[in-house]
């Protein structure tokens, strides 16, 4: 079994702005592929 996927069965990123890993969630679904920044605060 590949142990890279999660159990949402997507791939941790790296915020690009604090450097900490986080996985995927719900709210992300329709825009993953775009999503950069593990919280609202690191977006902004
Ligand atoms: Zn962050």
């Not at 999660?6 to 999503?35: H, Q, S, Y």
Request: proline letters at 7%; a positive charge; charged letters at 35%.
């Amino acid at each position: 079994m590949p142990a890279a996927k999660t159990k949402n069965g997507f791939e941790p990123k790296i915020c690009e702005r604090c450097g900490l890993p986080f996985e995927w969630r719900k709210k992300w679904a329709r825009d993953w592929a775009n999503v950069k920044y593990c919280s609202q605060k690191c977006r902004g």
